[in-house]
């Protein structure tokens, strides 16, 4: 006696890669943001930080946290529940995320070696869950 299937076959599409290195950004974005944060404030004490600039890059970093945030939460939800578009939203943030990363590494007032350290850490991150997160929406597609 043969039991027939009904509705969505049970093929698994969500990536484990793309899932960890989710989960490892979650606990390097918390690392990142409290160092540059405190970095921001060492250089506000130590050099002549013009205040205009000081509100920019802080705002800049408060921003890239929101960003980081809904970021991680679509890219989690799309990769667990197999959806595209929460996914895709999740790639498009990260282009957004790519592009302050960049700012903080050369457009900032003043950059520390710690500052490129750590920013070029998050770009390859970024890199990396970039392409799992096309190869993932791939796998949806099919």
Do not use: C, H
């Not at 960890?20 to 540059?36: I, R």
């Not at 890219?75 to 895709?88: A, D, S």
């Amino acid at each position: 006696m043969a039991l027939s299937r009904r509705g969505k076959s049970s093929l698994v599409l969500s990536s484990v890669p793309l899932q960890v290195l989710l989960y490892l950004n979650v606990a390097y974005y918390v690392f990142y943001f409290l160092a540059t944060l405190l970095m921001i404030i060492y250089k506000s004490q130590v050099l002549s930080y013009p205040n205009s600039n000081l509100a920019l890059d802080l705002g800049l970093l408060f921003i890239m946290a929101i960003l980081e945030f809904l970021r991680l939460y679509l890219g989690t939800k799309g990769n667990l529940t197999e959806e595209e578009l929460p996914l895709g939203f999740s790639l498009f943030l990260t282009a957004g995320n790519i592009i302050l990363s960049i700012y903080f590494i050369v457009w900032e007032t003043y950059i520390l070696r710690a500052d490129i350290i750590i920013n070029a850490i998050l770009l390859v991150l970024y890199g990396l869950e970039v392409i799992l997160e096309l190869f993932t929406i791939a796998a949806f597609f099919r």
